[in-house]
């Protein structure tokens, strides 16, 4: 029909209902799920005891005692044990231990050792948040029980399967093993540092008495010591030691063990070697070992007690024939200087062979046993002997400067930063400023590089400066926190070594293959970067061989090889003490094989306790262990690069003399004629009285006369050649001094001309110009402005004739150049073997 519609209805789709669970399927899945996690836990917890007690029936031998790890020296012969039970071990019975030192360890090792089965879970879920957080295995959780089994499993690796074998251990041990006999056997064989094992055996060296007699300070530092023995043991580090006790007094109060009172009070003493201690004696060549055993602890990732305890072959770089030496020289009471009571003066030594990095030798200090503060890395303020380092070098590297280039040496004071040193501003050449170790021109090149170049070159060799270095004080060595004999020696061996890095290491090869896991290291040398230039070291080590030589600063450190070194001493720095004495003492210095530092000092000085003798002794003990020590060692010689430059300046003028000539009143100049073409010279004056020379006049010729002489004055000359085609000076001739005698002048009589009518005139009669010697001074043995120590004369600095360059206190002030900081002083405060020293630097 028309009009109506086609269209169909439409069809409505009807939805499918999502089918939902009911409540009860709901308790019914997380039900049977519970009931499953239940029987899995109990499943598991049964595999771990039955793992544990496999375990422990197979190993159980092997739970109180480890194998000894041993230390080789260079050749392949053992030269110590890290673990002897039988002669460092002492066992002992609960009843033995003090109760305050039991809940010490636990407030510090493990608070719910006395709760827990074995395994502490909210431990574990604590260490595992925190590796989720690091994203990596970085908190094992383990009890005490569980430190314990570990020493059987000696894998340092945080992995879930030596974990879950350490736990399976722990639960066994705490099946079979009360709660007392496992924390005595825990205390029997933990590592104490020093050798030592066990609570008893550490109770008798650190505080020389039994258990019963300790004191709760003593029982806190004892429990302080397993986190990590090296590190918080009282004797290497009394500071740490008090720090780390104050921390588990603080676990034992918080957990109700200790009153306030009571830790406040055991917060306070300070930690005194007992006179047993040296009674204990572990192994021979100590502070290598001390120092290969944290070189090791670092390598391989395992804590002191897995090392020592693991069996592993230790393969070392020692020379036994040089450290022979150095520990008898060390064990030598002449060769250090004479204290007036038991505060002995000190001293470290450390040897590397620049070539691959390998340390020889070094000594950490005289009675190392007894003493366990190992100097070879601990800083002292390092004076002279960083020169090279934050000056010259920089300046060198910079190619504006070369051995014979002349320092124009000008400036006396730096704003109102004056340095001084015996010979004052006058010019020198870089070569002879640096044999006789003059400070003004250490400073003034400083000065001219700029801080900031002498600092980016310093910590290229592996120096960190502080933010209160950036002052012209380091180029006399005042640093902040000072240097390390192994930092000074690993700098020198960098120049020694063409520029190239060195990385200085004590450890070739650690093997293992207890129960039967195979464990290799074997040391992998980093590849050499070129710290400075090949040309730049070249010109160093020229310009340090000049300190060896006769007349240098360091003559007494030669020993029949070529050799280059510096010398080094600081200012005493004492507060109100104004009598003389020096707190540091070095010599470092290379041969073309070995490079080593020594140093000499009080681990604490006082107006009672300075040095007298200064860096000449040391330069000499130096020598005295080098010569021998070395004899097995093949000569070399010093490699000169092909393209460095050698512009030479003209020689050092001879024959100069200088006379008074009554008739005139003058003096009349004279030197003999330099061999070399294009020079002129310059003729240098000043008064006697007067600081600084002068120049006089420049001639062409071999004669100069000098007009403008006063009677009753003495003038001081020297003599300059100038080579005006490479624009270099020579080294300052000898001085020769004239007196000029005291009377009237000698005005000679002037005829009248007979035109001239002039009756005012006079006679004109002659004055008396009296009687006078003209006679030649002494010029001294260099550039005649000063002169050198005489051989075999200690001096207390090589820079001046008394210690100090500065005035402890004085304030920083501003460079004159733009990029030179402030020439600020280091300061003066005492020194302790805790902290770096940070009086100001002396010449040397």
Same mark, same amino acid.
């Given at each position: 029909?028309?009009g109506q519609s086609n269209k169909q209805p439409l069809k409505t789709k009807t939805k499918k209902k999502k089918k939902r669970f009911s409540g009860r399927k709901w308790f019914y899945g997380l039900f049977f799920a519970a009931v499953l996690g239940i029987v899995c836990a109990i499943v598991g917890y049964l595999l771990i005891i039955l793992n544990g007690e496999r375990i422990l029936e197979e190993h159980g031998d092997k739970l109180e005692f480890g194998e000894a790890s041993i230390i080789y020296d260079a050749n392949g012969n053992e030269i110590n044990k890290l673990y002897d039970y039988e002669e460092h071990r002492e066992m002992a019975e609960f009843k033995e231990i003090p109760e305050q030192l039991l809940n010490a360890v636990i407030a510090t090792e493990d608070q719910r050792f006395r709760e827990h089965s074995g395994l502490d879970f909210w431990a574990i879920g604590r260490a595992v948040v925190k590796d989720v957080i690091a994203r990596s295995a970085v908190e094992g959780g383990s009890t005490i029980t569980q430190?314990?089994?570990?020493?059987?499993?000696?894998?340092?690796?945080?992995?879930?399967?030596?974990?879950?074998?350490?736990?399976?251990?722990?639960?066994?041990?705490?099946?079979?093993?009360?709660?007392?006999?496992?924390?005595?056997?825990?205390?029997?064989?933990?590592?104490?540092?020093?050798?030592?094992?066990? +609570?008893?055996?550490?109770?008798?060296?650190?505080?020389?008495?039994?258990?019963?007699?300790?004191?709760?300070?003593?029982?806190?530092?004892?429990?302080?010591?397993?986190?990590?023995?090296?590190? !918080?043991?009282?004797?290497?580090?009394?500071?740490?030691?008090?720090?780390?006790?104050?921390?588990?007094?603080?676990?034992?109060?918080?957990?109700?063990?200790?009153?306030?009172?009571?830790?406040?009070?055991?917060?306070?003493?300070?930690?005194?070697?007992?006179?047993? @201690?040296?009674?204990?004696?572990?192994?021979?060549?100590?502070?290598?070992?001390?120092?290969?055993?944290?070189?090791?602890?670092?390598?391989?990732?395992?804590?002191?007690?897995?090392?020592?305890?693991?069996?592993?072959?230790? !393969?070392?770089?020692?020379?036994?024939?040089?450290?022979?030496?150095?520990?008898?020289?060390?064990?030598?009471?002449?060769?250090?200087?004479?204290?007036?009571?038991? *505060?002995?003066?000190?001293?470290?030594?450390?040897?590397?062979?620049?070539?691959?990095?390998?340390?020889?030798?070094?000594?950490?200090?005289?009675?190392?046993?007894?003493?366990?503060?190992?100097?070879?890395?601990?800083?002292? @303020?390092?004076?002279?002997?960083?020169?090279?380092?934050?000056?010259?070098?920089?300046?060198?590297?910079?190619?504006?400067?070369?051995?014979?280039?002349?320092?124009?040496?000008?400036?006396?004071?730096?704003?109102?930063?004056?340095?001084?040193?015996?010979?004052?501003?006058?010019?020198?050449?870089?070569?002879?400023?640096?044999?006789?170790?003059?400070?003004?021109?250490?400073?003034?090149?400083?000065?001219?590089?700029?801080?900031?170049?002498?600092?980016?070159?310093?910590?290229?060799?592996?120096?960190?400066?502080?933010?209160?270095?950036?002052?012209?004080?380091?180029?006399?060595?005042?640093?902040?926190?000072?240097?390390?004999?192994?930092?000074?020696?690993?700098?020198?061996?960098?120049?020694?070594?063409?520029?190239?890095?060195?990385?200085?290491?004590?450890?070739? &090869?650690?093997?293992?293959?207890?129960?039967?896991?195979?464990?290799?290291?074997?040391?992998?040398?980093?590849?050499?970067?070129?710290?400075?230039?090949?040309?730049?070291?070249?010109?160093?080590?020229?310009?340090?061989?000049?300190?060896?030589?006769?007349?240098?600063?360091?003559?007494?450190?030669?020993?029949?090889?070529?050799?280059?070194?510096?010398?080094?001493?600081?200012?005493?720095?004492?507060?109100?003490?104004?009598?003389?004495?020096?707190?540091?003492?070095?010599?470092?210095? !290379?041969?073309?094989?070995?490079?080593?530092?020594?140093?000499?000092?009080?681990?604490?000085?006082?107006? $009672?306790?300075?040095?007298?003798?200064?860096?000449?002794?040391?330069?000499?003990?130096?020598?005295?262990?080098?010569?021998?020590?070395?004899?097995?060692?093949?000569?070399?010689?010093?490699?000169?690069?092909?393209?460095? &430059?050698?512009?030479?300046?003209?020689?050092?003028?001879?024959?100069?003399?200088?006379?008074?000539?009554?008739?005139? +009143?003058?003096?009349?100049?004279?030197?003999?004629?330099?061999?070399?073409?294009?020079?002129?010279?310059? +003729?240098?004056?000043?008064?006697?009285?007067?600081?600084?020379?002068?120049?006089?006049?420049?001639?062409?010729?071999?004669?100069?006369?000098?007009?403008?002489?006063?009677?009753?004055?003495?003038?001081?000359?020297?003599?300059?050649?100038?080579?005006?085609?490479?624009?270099?000076?020579?080294?300052?001739?000898?001085?020769?001094? +004239?007196?000029?005698?005291?009377?009237?002048?000698?005005?000679?009589?002037?005829?009248?001309?007979?035109?001239?009518? *002039?009756?005012?005139?006079?006679?004109?009669?002659?004055?008396? *110009?009296?009687?006078?010697?003209?006679?030649?001074?002494?010029?001294?043995?260099?550039?005649?402005?000063?002169?050198?120590?005489?051989?075999?004369?200690?001096?207390?600095?090589?820079?001046?004739?008394?210690?100090?360059?500065?005035?402890?206190?004085?304030?920083?002030?501003?460079?004159?150049?733009?990029?030179?900081?402030?020439?600020?002083?280091?300061?003066?405060?005492?020194?302790?073997?805790?902290?770096?020293?940070?009086?100001?630097? $002396?010449?040397?």
């Amino acid at each position: 029909m028309a009009g109506q519609s086609n269209k169909q209805p439409l069809k409505t789709k009807t939805k499918k209902k999502k089918k939902r669970f009911s409540g009860r399927k709901w308790f019914y899945g997380l039900f049977f799920a519970a009931v499953l996690g239940i029987v899995c836990a109990i499943v598991g917890y049964l595999l771990i005891i039955l793992n544990g007690e496999r375990i422990l029936e197979e190993h159980g031998d092997k739970l109180e005692f480890g194998e000894a790890s041993i230390i080789y020296d260079a050749n392949g012969n053992e030269i110590n044990k890290l673990y002897d039970y039988e002669e460092h071990r002492e066992m002992a019975e609960f009843k033995e231990i003090p109760e305050q030192l039991l809940n010490a360890v636990i407030a510090t090792e493990d608070q719910r050792f006395r709760e827990h089965s074995g395994l502490d879970f909210w431990a574990i879920g604590r260490a595992v948040v925190k590796d989720v957080i690091a994203r990596s295995a970085v908190e094992g959780g383990s009890t005490i029980t569980q430190q314990l089994a570990k020493n059987v499993f000696l894998s340092a690796d945080k992995t879930f399967f030596r974990k879950a074998t350490e736990a399976s251990i722990a639960v066994a041990l705490e099946q079979q093993m009360s709660k007392d006999e496992i924390l005595t056997m825990y205390l029997n064989r933990i590592y104490f540092g020093k050798g030592i094992h066990g +609570v008893k055996a550490a109770s008798e060296y650190y505080f020389g008495k039994d258990l019963s007699e300790l004191e709760l300070w003593e029982s806190a530092t004892l429990a302080a010591m397993p986190k990590a023995p090296n590190r !918080y043991n009282p004797v290497n580090n009394p500071e740490f030691s008090k720090e780390r006790r104050a921390v588990v007094l603080k676990l034992m109060y918080d957990q109700g063990y200790i009153s306030e009172q009571e830790m406040n009070e055991a917060k306070a003493p300070d930690y005194e070697v007992p006179a047993s @201690q040296a009674e204990y004696k572990v192994g021979s060549y100590h502070g290598f070992v001390d120092f290969v055993i944290e070189e090791a602890v670092e390598v391989t990732g395992l804590s002191e007690e897995e090392l020592r305890v693991g069996g592993y072959h230790i !393969y070392t770089t020692l020379d036994p024939k040089a450290q022979d030496v150095m520990d008898k020289e060390f064990n030598d009471a002449s060769n250090f200087e004479e204290s007036i009571d038991e *505060n002995i003066v000190q001293g470290a030594m450390v040897i590397i062979d620049h070539r691959t990095g390998e340390i020889k030798a070094l000594n950490g200090g005289r009675e190392y046993e007894q003493r366990g503060w190992n100097r070879v890395d601990k800083p002292r @303020q390092p004076g002279s002997v960083f020169k090279p380092v934050v000056s010259y070098g920089p300046a060198l590297e910079s190619g504006k400067f070369f051995p014979w280039t002349i320092l124009e040496n000008d400036k006396k004071c730096f704003n109102d930063y004056c340095p001084r040193d015996r010979w004052g501003p006058t010019p020198v050449s870089m070569k002879q400023a640096m044999k006789d170790s003059r400070n003004l021109a250490s400073v003034w090149l400083l000065n001219q590089v700029g801080i900031s170049e002498g600092i980016a070159f310093a910590e290229k060799l592996g120096f960190t400066l502080e933010k209160e270095d950036r002052n012209l004080t380091i180029a006399l060595g005042g640093l902040t926190k000072g240097a390390s004999p192994l930092q000074m020696a690993t700098a020198y061996s960098v120049i020694a070594n063409d520029g190239k890095s060195v990385d200085p290491h004590t450890i070739r &090869k650690i093997e293992s293959n207890k129960n039967n896991k195979k464990y290799t290291y074997t040391y992998e040398a980093p590849k050499a970067e070129q710290l400075m230039s090949p040309e730049t070291a070249w010109y160093l080590t020229e310009i340090m061989q000049a300190v060896v030589e006769k007349g240098g600063s360091g003559q007494r450190a030669a020993f029949g090889r070529q050799l280059a070194g510096k010398t080094g001493t600081t200012q005493h720095g004492i507060p109100g003490y104004t009598g003389s004495g020096i707190r540091d003492a070095w010599f470092v210095g !290379y041969t073309p094989e070995w490079t080593a530092a020594v140093w000499m000092g009080y681990d604490n000085t006082d107006k $009672d306790h300075v040095l007298m003798k200064g860096s000449p002794q040391a330069a000499a003990f130096f020598a005295k262990v080098m010569g021998p020590a070395m004899e097995h060692v093949d000569k070399g010689s010093f490699k000169r690069p092909e393209n460095v &430059k050698e512009q030479k300046p003209p020689a050092a003028v001879s024959g100069f003399q200088a006379a008074y000539v009554e008739q005139g +009143v003058l003096v009349e100049l004279s030197w003999d004629a330099s061999e070399d073409s294009n020079i002129s010279y310059e +003729v240098y004056r000043r008064e006697v009285g007067v600081t600084e020379f002068s120049l006089f006049s420049e001639a062409v010729l071999t004669k100069l006369t000098d007009m403008t002489v006063f009677p009753g004055k003495t003038y001081e000359y020297y003599v300059v050649a100038h080579d005006s085609a490479s624009n270099l000076r020579s080294a300052n001739s000898a001085a020769v001094a +004239v007196e000029i005698p005291d009377g009237e002048l000698g005005i000679p009589e002037i005829p009248l001309d007979p035109d001239i009518d *002039n009756p005012d005139l006079g006679t004109g009669e002659p004055g008396d *110009n009296g009687q006078g010697d003209g006679g030649q001074g002494d010029g001294g043995q260099t550039d005649g402005n000063g002169n050198q120590p005489d051989e075999g004369t200690e001096v207390p600095s090589e820079g001046e004739g008394q210690p100090g360059t500065e005035t402890p206190g004085t304030a920083p002030v501003e460079s004159t150049n733009p990029d030179s900081g402030q020439g600020g002083n280091a300061g003066a405060a005492d020194t302790t073997p805790s902290e770096a020293p940070s009086s100001p630097p $002396d010449a040397a």
